[in-house]
């Protein structure tokens, strides 16, 4: 699962400065607040990335989704982008931990390096 939603935060990622440009040239709001809100976000993409398989993780990348949809009030596009991301986020989450369990069942079926083998009767 870590792999896939950090590669959906790492695109967020990107596409939340590009909007911050965006909103740069086409909002009335300062340059300063443009990149406030985004350095914040983008900032926890990053940081989300490293603790999305602890408790609680995968409900701030679910805020951080709203988040995104929500800054479509300034910059349209991204009513667009960021219901794209949240479909992203949930097979992110979905398919990965799908994957986990089929690695867990894998790893109980092989048997540990170093220990014995059953006897072949």
């Known amino acids: 699962m870590r792999t896939l939603c950090a590669s959906t935060l790492i695109g967020e990622f990107f596409i939340v400065g590009f909007a911050g440009?965006?909103?740069m040239q086409t909002s009335d709001l300062s340059a300063g607040t443009v990149w406030t809100v985004s350095g914040v976000?983008?900032?926890?993409?990053?940081l989300l990335c490293g603790v999305i398989t602890r408790?609680?993780?995968?409900?701030?990348?679910?805020?951080?989704?709203?988040?995104?949809?929500a800054?479509?009030?300034v910059v349209?596009?991204?009513?667009f982008l960021?219901?794209?991301f949240a479909g992203l986020w949930w097979a992110?989450?979905?398919?990965?931990?799908?994957?986990?369990?089929?690695?867990?069942?894998?790893?109980?079926?092989v048997p540990a390096?170093?220990?014995?083998?059953?006897?072949?009767?």
Request: negative net charge; charged residues 15%.
């Open 55 to 69: 408790p609680g993780g995968v409900q701030l990348g679910w805020v951080l989704q709203i988040a995104l949809i």
């Open 71 to 73: 800054s479509g009030f």
């Open 92 to 109: 992110s989450v979905h398919f990965g931990r799908k994957i986990d369990e089929a690695k867990a069942r894998f790893a109980a079926q």
């Open 41 to 46: 976000a983008m900032a926890l993409c990053v």
């Open 76 to 79: 349209p596009t991204m009513f």
């Open 21 to 23: 440009l965006v909103a």
């Open 82 to 84: 960021g219901a794209c």
């Open 113 to 121: 390096e170093g220990a014995p083998e059953p006897d072949a009767a």
